[in-house]
């Protein structure tokens, strides 16, 4: 289950696959007080979730299951780190 909100809802066909479009579209219930909008996205396992939810950015939330949200923390946390500092002088052409 995932929160989203309604500009990447729309965005979605340009994002995903024609069917967790359809999926998450036809489970989408209605915006919470903060305008996302729950909806029900399937996946293969957690390491392919991981992977398709971070092209949705900021602009979804995991909220289940735990497994996959927990990675989602995880995989966001090392991101930040790598960008938080300069890239070293072996990472410049």
């Known amino acids: 289950m995932v929160r989203l909100t309604p500009r990447i809802l729309e965005r979605l066909p340009d994002l995903m696959e024609p069917a967790v479009v359809r999926a998450a579209q036809a489970s989408a ?6 305008g996302r909008v729950q909806v029900v996205i399937p996946v293969e ?3 392919h979730a991981v992977g398709m939810l971070l092209r949705l950015g900021a ?7 735990t497994a996959l949200r927990t990675r989602m923390a995880q995989t966001v946390a090392a991101l930040a780190d790598v960008y938080r500092h300069p890239p070293t002088a072996a990472s410049h052409p």
Request: proline share 25%; charged share 25%; hydrophobic share 30%.
């Open 29 to 34: 219930g209605p915006p919470g007080p903060d």
């Open 45 to 47: 396992s957690v390491d």
């Open 59 to 65: 602009e979804a939330e995991v909220v289940a299951p």
